[in-house]
């Protein structure tokens, strides 16, 4: 199969340092196509649909160090956050990450915060709540899991009808699913341990403030790469399977025109 003929997903870059690296990866051998839009280096954020078409078949919002209202410094989150609208409004598959969780909640109508706990570093654990049982993208992913976060804002006040699917110790949101085809999460699956350290690199003074050693941060996520291999690939296949299979619905009635 061609890549023109793969199912594509809209992935939204905020800047250099937070790609969709492992995460991309995965999707790209579930047999999915990614087109990964900068606008941070002035690429205009295209439309899910064109000319009463799709255009892409999901929705991928990553990381960054902004917060998720910062509009004046940052002219592209309105855009986004419209994009995820028009994603919830058509059905579109559609998933945060840290950042883009925070975009997703804020666009849905949920409210966006400092954390009143700190700031969250680190490989911490995954506390699910019941409803991630009858979840379509997380259900059979959730168990025993830990993952990375590296955070101060967290997610507040859902929007009537939005699914909590993991709240940590201190309450703050993990998981959510703000419609029935918007995810987001505030925790990193997409990061391996070299890009940990490009953040602990450039952020080590911070660090040292917070109590963190930069050095044991990176190792610790080394040592636990594989484990978070196993548990957050499931995930990105997941969603590709949501995505192929939006496509196929779209193809079998003649709507999206890729």
Do not use: K
């Amino acid at each position: 199969m061609s890549d023109a003929r793969l199912p594509r997903v809209l992935v939204v870059q905020h800047q250099d340092s937070c790609p969709p690296a492992l995460f991309g990866q995965w999707l790209t051998e579930a047999g999915v196509a990614l087109d990964v839009c900068r606008p941070d280096l002035g690429a205009a954020v295209p439309s899910l649909t064109r000319a009463g078409r799709d255009a892409y078949d999901g929705l991928l919002v990553l990381g960054g160090d902004m917060t998720a209202d910062a509009d004046t410094a940052h002219a592209w989150l309105p855009v986004v956050r419209q994009r995820v609208a028009e994603a919830a409004a058509g059905g579109f598959p559609s998933l945060g990450i840290c950042l883009g969780h925070q975009v997703a909640g804020l666009a849905l109508g949920a409210t966006v915060e400092r954390n009143p706990h700190g700031t969250t570093i680190g490989l911490r654990q995954v506390d699910w709540e019941p409803a991630v049982i009858f979840d379509p993208l997380l259900s059979a992913i959730a168990g025993e899991d830990r993952a990375l976060w590296w955070n101060d804002d967290v997610v507040v006040d859902l929007p009537e009808g939005a699914e909590v699917l993991a709240t940590g110790l201190d309450g703050a949101v993990q998981a959510a699913r703000f419609a029935p085809t918007v995810w987001g999460v505030q925790f990193h699956p997409e990061a391996d341990s070299g890009l940990v350290q490009r953040w602990a690199e450039s952020d080590a003074v911070g660090l040292g403030r917070l109590g963190f050693d930069a050095d044991e941060l990176v190792e610790s996520v080394l040592l636990a790469q594989p484990e978070l291999v196993r548990t957050w690939r499931p995930l990105a296949e997941s969603f590709a399977t949501l995505v192929r299979g939006r496509a196929a619905a779209t193809d079998q009635f003649g709507h999206p025109g890729r």
